[in-house]
């Protein structure tokens, strides 16, 4: 079956550093693949996606490229600011069907001062 | 503009008991979806719906029930609460076929704790 792998946290960064944090994923076909990011005490929310092979998806100084060699779709960005703090989730969507996505277990990011 | 709502954000319950959770979307999505939030895990897919009157079960379903009577609105019920129940539950809904396809909101959640 389908499956999300992601890199384990709690990752801690000093404010301005680089960020990049791992994903790969196991799929029949050709999946869409997301990051949704969960600030604390609030819902989920779609950060970026890419729906095919070199597709870069890009949203708030964040990037992730859907790398299909690799099945990997590492998020990055060059600058992390504390606001950034919050847990991502790597997902993917193998069928566009209606029955929802598979999530990776979620990399908490804390970013200090 | 509310997008999804979910009541109540923080429950305990007793053992045995039952509830239901209430999830409710202002934005005439016809696809709506129940995932559970353990600690240190992704998202596990409860039930979902892809539009009034029709359900179908995810990946976790035992222990809970689902209807859809109207678009708006999804509740969650357990009908004999366990302590494997606890966790947080969230909501969502899509406009589009799947949450693959178009964007997904996703309510606040509810934090359940079964004792």
């Known amino acids: 079956g389908d499956s999300v792998t992601q890199m384990e946290g709690p990752v801690t960064l000093s404010e301005e550093a680089f960020l990049t944090i791992n994903c790969t994923y196991t799929?029949?076909?050709?999946?869409?693949l997301f990051w949704y990011v969960q600030y604390p005490g609030e819902g989920l929310q779609l950060l970026l996606k890419?729906?095919?092979?070199?597709d870069k998806g890009s949203n708030k100084g964040f990037e992730a490229t859907y790398r299909k060699e690799t099945t990997s779709f590492h998020l990055e960005k060059g600058s992390v600011q504390v606001s950034d703090s919050a847990v991502y989730f790597c997902a993917l969507d193998s069928g566009g069907g209606a029955d929802g996505l598979t999530f990776g277990k979620g990399t908490h990011l804390i970013i200090q001062p | 503009n509310a997008g999804v709502t979910q009541t109540p954000k923080f429950r305990i319950l007793k053992i045995g008991q039952s509830m239901t959770l209430q999830c409710a979307q202002d934005m005439n999505h016809n696809y709506m979806y129940w995932y559970r939030q353990d600690p240190g895990m992704g998202l596990k897919l409860i039930y979902y719906s892809v539009g009034a009157g029709i359900t179908d079960k995810g990946e976790v379903p035992n222990g809970y029930n689902v209807s859809r009577s109207t678009t708006e609105d999804f509740p969650l019920r357990l009908e004999l609460a366990a302590p494997s129940q606890t966790s947080v539950y969230f909501c969502?809904?899509?406009?589009?076929?799947?949450?693959?396809?178009?964007?997904?909101?996703f309510g606040q959640g509810t934090r359940l704790t079964v004792v």
């Open positions: 969502a809904s899509s406009s589009g076929q799947g949450l693959g396809n178009t964007e997904a909101f």
């Open positions: 890419a729906t095919k092979a070199d």
């Open positions: 799929a029949t076909g050709y999946p869409s």
